[in-house]
Nanobody, 124 residues
Framework: QVQLVESGGGLVQAGGSLRLSCAAS????????MGWFRQPPGKEREFVAA????????YRADSVKGRFTISRDNAKNTVYLQMNSLKPEDTAVYYC?????????????????WGQGTQVAVSS
């Protein structure tokens, strides 16, 4: 079984930064696409960013381009989301995801492993 555990969430002022981490256990995920989704209060879950198993390909939602960076360390089975210039609209529960398929498969959300989520709150 694959377990994904997020950490690094919290409360931050607008313009600040946070780094989220997602540690995988149970299986090595060196061949998995990994990424992040988020669910703002009262809204549907949305895709944030994804990275291929070899880190050769990354994709970010338009809303976070230029502000968020996704990276991974396969030796540590960990994926990161560096979030800079945070805005109040970034407030959400952030979920780590992993897929044995491509980035396209992961972003669909239909066949992913999921973490439990970590809360990010950005104040004005």
């Amino acid at each position: 079984q694959v377990q994904l555990v997020e950490s690094g969430g919290g409360l931050v002022q607008a313009g600040g930064s946070l780094r989220l981490s997602c540690a995988a256990s149970g299986r090595t995920l060196s061949s998995y696409s990994m990424g992040w989704f988020r669910q703002p209060p009262g809204k549907e879950r949305e895709f944030v960013a994804a990275i291929s198993w070899g880190s050769a390909a990354t994709y970010r939602a338009d809303s976070v381009k230029g502000r968020f960076t996704i990276s991974r360390d396969n030796a540590k089975n960990t994926v990161y989301l560096q979030m800079n210039s945070l805005k109040p609209e970034d407030t959400a529960v952030y979920y780590c995801a992993a897929s044995r398929g491509t980035i396209g498969t992961l972003t669909s959300g239909r066949d992913n492993y999921w973490g439990q989520g970590t809360q990010v709150a950005v104040s004005s």
